[in-house]
C-alpha cells in the first residue's frame, strides 16, 4: 500500500522495526495481550506486549506464545512495578527482540542488560533532558508521548516534546506518540521527521482487543475533553497522572490521594507504601473496567484521542485505513 515514490518517509522506522508499517500499538495493561500483538503483527504493524506486573510463568507463556507465531513484537516493561527487575532478567534469558522500559524511567544497568541480551530498546522521552539521558544510556530509539497520551503520562504536550526532541535528536529513530489517531496525522509526523507513531486507544477499541463491550461502548461515546489527568494534591504524595475518562472511579482516587496524605502527615505510612497503594488502586481499577465492564468505578485509561474514534473495527482495517489515508495525504500534499 506504500508508493515507491513514499517508501523515503516510511523505511526508518520500518528498518528499525523490521515491519511493513511503522506504527506501533502501544502496550496497555490487561488489553495488550498476545492475542491483540499478534493481530496487530499479522497487519504488518508492530505490536507490543504489557508486561505489567504479571507472574513470570504467565509472562513467559505470552512471550513464548509470540515467538512461535514469527512476527515482530516488543514487550513493554513497567520499572515501578513490583515485578520489574524479575521481568528485565526473564525478557533478557529469553531472547526477546525489542524491550520498552515505561512507567518510569530505567537505570543506565538495565539498559545494558537489556542490550546485552541482544534486544533493541525503546525508552520513553516526557522532556528533552530525559531524551538526552536516555540516548547516553544507550537507547537504541525514543518515543514521545505527550500528555494527550492515556494511562501515565507526562506533563509536556506532544507538540511541545516534538520541537523540544524530534527536532533536535536526528541520531536515532523518534516514535511520536499523544493524541494520534489519523493517517493524515501520521503522514505529517512522518515528514517532519518521525520514525513512526505509537497509537494506545485506537488498538484498545480493536474488534481484537480483549476489553470489555462495555468498556468499548464508553469509549465511543466519549469526547476529546472528557478525559482528563488526575491531579497530584501534595508533595508529600508524589504520583505521576494518569489520563482517564471521567468517572466515580477518579472520584474515589481524588479521595484516596487525600486519605493517604494524612496517613503520611500521621506517619502511619512510609511514601513508597504510599506509592504502592496508588499504583495498586490503579492495577485494580484497570482491571475492574477492561475485564469486569464497570465503566462506573473502574479506570476508564483513555487518551484525548478517544475523541477521534466513533466505533469498532479489526485491526487489519484499522491499520489499512490508517496507511491509507497517510499515502493519501502525501499525494495530497503532490509528493
Known amino acids: 500500500m506504500i508508493a515507491k515514490k513514499h517508501e523515503k518517509y516510511w523505511q526508518r522506522g520500518r528498518d528499525f522495526l523490521q515491519v511493513q508499517y511503522p506504527l506501533i500499538a502501544g502496550a496497555m495493561t490487561w488489553i495488550s495481550s498476545a492475542e491483540l500483538v499478534e493481530a496487530v503483527g499479522a497487519a504488518g504493524a508492530f505490536g507490543v506486549l504489557a508486561a505489567g ?46 524491550i520498552v522500559f515505561a512507567g518510569s524511567f530505567p537505570r543506565q544497568e538495565e539498559v545494558k542488560t537489556a542490550k546485552e541480551s541482544g534486544a533493541k530498546v525503546l525508552c520513553f522521552a516526557s ?57 493524515k496525522m501520521i503522514a505529517h509526523l512522518l515528514l517532519m521527521g518521525a520514525a513512526g507513531v ?62 493517604l496524605i494524612q496517613k503520611l502527615g500521621r506517619k502511619e505510612i512510609n511514601r513508597v507504601q504510599a506509592q504502592f497503594e496508588v499504583e495498586k488502586y490503579w492495577v ?18 483513555a487518551g484525548q484521542s478517544v475523541g477521534l474514534i466513533c466505533d469498532t473495527k479489526p485491526v487489519r482495517e484499522i491499520v489499512t485505513t490508517l496507511i491509507r489515508d497517510a499515502e493519501a495525504t502525501f499525494n495530497d500534499l503532490g509528493l
Not at 485506537?202 to 466519549?222: T, V
Open 53 to 98: 506486573n504479571m507472574p513470570a510463568d504467565i509472562l513467559e507463556q505470552e512471550v513464548k506464545a509470540l515467538q512461535k507465531g514469527g512476527c515482530h513484537f516488543a514487550v513493554n516493561l513497567i520499572t515501578i512495578a513490583p515485578n520489574y527487575l524479575t521481568h528485565l532478567k526473564k525478557l533478557a534469558d529469553w531472547g526477546v527482540p525489542y
Open 284 to 301: 485494580g481499577a484497570l482491571r475492574r473496567a477492561v475485564q469486569e465492564g464497570d465503566v462506573e468505578n473502574g479506570s476508564l485509561m
Open 127 to 183: 522532556n528533552d533532558s530525559i531524551a538526552e539521558r536516555m540516548i547516553a544510556y544507550g537507547a537504541d530509539a525514543l518515543i514521545l508521548e505527550g500528555s494527550e497520551a492515556g494511562g501515565h503520562i507526562g506533563h509536556v504536550s506532544t507538540i511541545v516534546l516534538i520541537q523540544q526532541v524530534l527536532f533536535n535528536y536526528p541520531q536515532l529513530p523518534v516514535f511520536v506518540a499523544g493524541g494520534i489517531a489519523t493517517g
Open 198 to 259: 505509537q497509537m494506545g486507544t485506537i488498538f484498545a477499541m480493536a474488534e481484537e482487543s480483549p476489553a470489555h463491550p462495555k468498556f468499548k461502548e464508553r469509549f465511543c461515546r466519549a469526547r476529546a475533553r472528557e478525559a482528563f489527568a488526575t491531579p497530584q494534591y501534595s508533595s508529600e504524595l508524589p504520583v505521576v497522572a494518569v489520563r482517564a475518562l471521567k468517572n466515580k472511579g477518579s472520584e474515589e482516587f481524588g479521595r484516596l490521594q487525600l486519605e
